[in-house]
């Protein structure tokens, strides 16, 4: 229930603690251990499952298979875990609830595919206290509002991508699909920023520019800024004059109080960028229910908006922009000014 920077406490509150606090319990082990190498006592969790009005199954990684010193060899859960879970949600009576512990993505690609398991939960290394919280999620008496920090690849991401290749962008030539959520375009388990929540938020924006102009530092680099490649170089831009402010109101729309991570990514021009989105700004917002709140993002166009190019040159593409808002989508358009700024 630890990560790899935690002291000893003086105690701990289980998943199975916690859960008794809310509900007569049965439990069994299922492994013996995280590597789990083998099925002998999958029979006696199956027959729980049959008479239980709902079963949990608390899998997953600990710091003997995964941690600062130690990398995996695979996204697959060890040993016959994949094969406990799956039998016993065929067996079970009740709904079946998974629990993931781990610090890094694990290739659940079969439980999210099987309609008999209801729920995933990622508690990633919940700490001391970690089981009364897991236990107030799945009783509904804590609302959970966390977001993915990192893609969940499947399994045969790592095939493609050895560790020996630091490469970003991907290479469709030589078959490497790229690296995290801003190139890489393949299938995923789960999306960088996924979440979800016992309530629902809507999204309205409420001002954000159409238009910007990019004043450049002199007129002399403007007539060698943009070229060919449509887009001018973040040294040649007044950037101290490129901030922006939008304004988006979040409302809980649902029958449950809740905090919600309003997240906001920008993609570039169409055709040579090859950067898919990129997470610009982020606000966490705690609402209860039926009420809103108004939230303000901060951008400035020389880092948010900008890409960096093959060359290590970061630039400010001209053209169509984009924001996206939850299931908003905004177009701002950039064009370089050729007035020459005096400094």
């Known amino acids: 229930m630890i990560g790899n920077y935690a002291g000893v406490a003086c105690g701990y509150t289980t998943p199975l603690q916690g859960i008794r606090r809310y509900a007569k319990t049965v439990h069994l082990s299922g492994c013996n251990d995280v590597f789990c190498n083998g099925n002998q006592q999958f029979n006696a969790a199956e027959v729980a499952a049959r008479h239980a ?153 409420v001002q954000a520019p159409r238009e910007v102009s990019v004043p450049l530092a002199s007129l002399h680099v403007s007539r060698n800024t943009t070229g060919a490649s449509n887009a001018i170089r973040v040294s040649h831009a007044n950037c101290e004059a490129l901030a922006l402010g939008v304004h988006i109101d979040v409302k809980n729309t649902g029958d449950m109080d809740g905090t919600h991570t309003l997240l906001v990514f920008s993609s570039p021009p169409g055709g040579k960028w090859s950067t898919q989105k990129q997470l610009i700004g982020f606000e966490k917002v705690h609402l209860v229910t039926g009420s809103q709140k108004r939230v303000k993002i901060d951008i400035h166009v020389c880092k948010h908006l900008s890409v960096v190019d093959r060359f290590g040159i970061r630039r400010i593409p001209n053209g169509e922009h984009y924001l996206y808002i939850g299931d908003l989508k905004h177009s701002i358009s950039l064009q370089a000014t050729l007035e020459e700024i005096k400094s």
């Open 53 to 205: 009005d709902a079963t949990i199954l608390v899998m997953g990684l600990d710091q003997s298979i995964e941690a600062e010193f130690r990398d995996r060899k695979g996204l697959l859960l060890p040993g016959y875990q994949q094969e406990l879970v799956s039998r016993v949600a065929r067996a079970s009576r009740g709904p079946t609830i998974l629990v993931l512990m781990s610090g890094g993505p694990i290739d659940v690609s079969f439980a999210k595919n099987d309609p008999r398991i209801g729920a995933i939960l990622w508690v990633g290394y919940p700490g001391q206290a970690g089981g009364a919280a897991i236990a107030d999620v799945l009783f509904g008496t804590a609302n959970p509002g966390g977001k993915l920090p990192m893609t969940w690849y499947p399994h045969d991401y790592l095939a493609k991508v050895p560790m020996t290749n630091m490469g970003m962008r991907a290479d469709p030539s030589r078959g490497y699909p790229g690296r995290t959520y801003r190139f890489y375009k393949g299938p995923v388990v789960f999306p960088f920023g996924h979440g979800m929540s016992y309530t629902t938020f809507a999204h309205s924006l």
